[in-house]
């Protein structure tokens, strides 16, 4: 199996509310937006509504 490990930018996340390794459920709304990161087209951007801490999850990697 090919493992690609992916990462969306927050919008209203501060940058102390998660360190490495911190599991939390974080729900918010995805936009598109232009983004540095992504060059001409732009990309996901996710406006964080709240971020709740929790325990790590049995199956760590998501499947899709």
């Known amino acids: ?5 992916f990462g969306i930018p927050c919008k209203g996340l501060g940058k ?3 360190k490495t390794r911190d599991w939390a459920i974080i729900t918010g709304t995805i936009h598109s ?10 990309g996901p951007m996710l406006e ?17």
């Open 33 to 42: 937006m232009q983004w540095e990161l992504y060059g001409e087209e732009p």
């Open 1 to 5: 199996d090919d493992i690609a490990f």
């Open 48 to 64: 964080v509504e709240s971020v709740v801490p929790c325990e790590k999850p049995v199956q760590e990697l998501g499947q899709f």
């Open 16 to 18: 102390d509310t998660l």
